[in-house]
């Protein structure tokens, strides 16, 4: 389905960039991930097999974007897919009063320069790329159920920011061939969501009871850069399990 693709996938050293990075090596695509520590990135590219190869850039480094962005097209000789994963939580609960009155301008930028502006950036420099080679590419952009609740901090103010540029770019570019969507999770398996294997999968707030599995969303998003996902435009599937819903 997407054999012979080339795919960017950003903060895929674990995790769900990882989950997905796999499921499109698996499927025949050349994969770039990108991720902060090159040990750690190496060893996810041995890991995934196949035609993967690592690139070092933090997200963050949005300045940075464009050229790290056609330095994966020459490491892949092109490219058609790019993933925007890479993502960080706050440093302080957003769901508690006194850690919201403490909240340093420090702690909201760098929530901000990853989940938001890092998104734009990669995607400016992705639709740049694919508009000056004639590429109708898939851009999938991983953001939060978070953008769909209120919001309380950096977190998510970051992922409603996210969500609104899916939809703004995803009908924007939608006539030049270029799909634009984009996935909200809930809580998955992931350390990020302080979950570690062997732990219970059990999760009370989520009408399924338990967390969605990295896997799971890896295969919604081999469908959404898939060709029969073609007519979905600008839209955040939010895959929670019931989570949001109140």
């Known amino acids: 389905m997407l054999k012979g693709n080339k795919a960017l996938v950003t903060g ?5 960039g990882f989950a997905i990075a796999k499921a499109l090596a698996d499927a025949g695509c050349s994969v770039v991930i990108t991720g902060r520590n090159a040990q750690t990135l190496q060893a996810a590219a041995e890991q995934i097999g196949g035609n993967t190869t690592a690139l070092v850039w933090d997200a963050a480094e949005i300045e940075l974007a464009e050229s790290k962005l056609k330095e994966a097209a020459a ?3 092109g490219l058609d897919i790019v993933v925007n994963n890479a993502g960080i939580f706050a440093r302080r609960s957003e769901w508690n009063k006194n850690s919201l009155l403490q909240t340093t301008v420090d702690e909201w930028e760098s929530v901000m320069k990853t989940n938001t502006s890092a998104v734009f950036f990669t995607m400016q ?3 740049k790329y694919m508009l000056e080679n004639g590429v109708r590419g898939n851009i999938l952009n991983v953001t939060s159920v978070a953008g769909n609740e209120p919001v309380y901090g950096a977190y998510g103010a ?3 920011a996210a969500t609104g540029l899916t939809r703004g770019w995803g009908r924007m ?3 030049d061939g270029i799909t634009i969507n984009g996935i909200a999770p809930g809580p998955v398996a992931t350390e990020m969501n302080n979950w570690h ?3 219970p999968m059990e999760h009370k707030r989520i009408p399924f009871g338990r967390f969605a599995t990295i896997d799971e969303i890896a295969k919604l998003a081999m ?3 898939s060709e029969e996902a073609q007519m979905i435009c600008g ?3 939010v895959f929670d399990g019931g989570y949001a819903i109140r």
């Open 12 to 16: 895929a050293s674990r995790g769900i």
């Open 75 to 77: 490491l892949l000789g």
């Open 125 to 127: 420099a992705a639709v």
């Open 158 to 160: 970051s992922k409603i």
């Open 173 to 175: 570019f939608a006539p």
């Open 197 to 199: 294997e062997g732990d």
């Open 223 to 225: 469908y959404l850069l």
């Open 235 to 237: 839209e955040t599937v």
